[in-house]
T-cell receptor
Framework: KNQVEQSPQSLIILEGKNCTLQCNYTVSPFSNLRWYKQDTGRGPVSLTIMTFSENTKSNGRYTATLDADTKQSSLHITASQLSDSASYICVVRPRGSTLGRLYFGRGTQLTVWP | NAGVTQTPKFQVLKTGQSMTLQCAQDMNHEYMSWYRQDPGMGLRLIHYSVGAGITDQGEVPNGYNVSRSTTEDFPLRLLSAAPSQTSVYFC???????????FGPGTRLTVL
């Protein structure tokens, strides 16, 4: 069964600290994996996309990694800011299947305290 | 560009009532989709469309209908509202399913 599992479910860190969010998936075959950021009361916004051949991709203070062999991805946030408080959602697209099917994780709720 | 717009932002319905959630995009995207988001459940796909005149069911389609008569619009119809449909509904669009999805601001629906 295709699934996307994220951990931890929630995380509290102090401003300025780093953190890493995890995403494990069983979706196969795999096309790409995206990380979205969802602020409270808003729709998700794409942060990064990882394809099968990519290991690391950065977007400012956000760095995503992908290990396609172990089917794991991580999102590392450096020097956290209060504005990083949000839910981070991992989304996996399977390759060669129904065009519209995307698999969503339940998200990690990150809270950054001053 | 306005991006993806959704109306209304908030809605309260009584059980058994019907209504339509509106979604429009001005990015000429072929792919559009509807999700519901419930606490602790993440986003779940209701229906999606890969182009005008083409729609298909997602993970949780029961109780919802969609149509896609134009590229820009993708309304979601609740046929007979039930309390289990209380949720936040998001519409999204993208060039294709695998492309970046642009989400609307959401509609918070409460069914009493």
């Amino acid at each position: 069964k295709n699934q996307v599992e994220q951990s931890p479910q929630s995380l509290i860190i102090l401003e300025g600290k780093n953190c890493t969010l995890q995403c494990n998936y069983t979706v196969s075959p795999f096309s790409n994996l995206r990380w979205y950021k969802q602020d409270t009361g808003r729709g998700p916004v794409s942060l990064t996309i990882m394809t099968f051949s990519e290991n690391t991709k950065s977007n400012g203070r956000y760095t995503a990694t992908l290990d396609a062999d172990t089917k794991q991805s991580s999102l590392h946030i450096t020097a956290s800011q209060l504005s990083d408080s949000a839910s981070y959602i991992c989304v996996v697209r399977p390759r060669g299947s129904t065009l519209g099917r995307l698999y969503f994780g339940r998200g990690t709720q990150l809270t950054v305290w001053p | 560009n306005a991006g993806v717009t959704q109306t209304p932002k908030f809605q309260v319905l009584k059980t058994g009532q019907s209504m339509t959630l509106q979604c429009a995009q001005d990015m000429n995207h072929e792919y559009m989709s509807w999700y519901r988001q419930d606490p602790g459940m993440g986003l779940r796909l209701i229906h999606y469309s890969v182009g005008a005149g083409i729609t298909d069911q997602g993970e949780v389609p029961n109780g919802y209908n969609v149509s896609r008569s134009t590229t820009e619009d993708f309304p979601l119809r609740l046929l007979s509202a039930a309390p289990s449909q209380t949720s936040v509904y998001f519409c999204a669009s993208g060039g294709r399913a695998g492309d970046t999805q642009y989400f609307g601001p959401g509609t918070r629906l409460t069914v009493l």
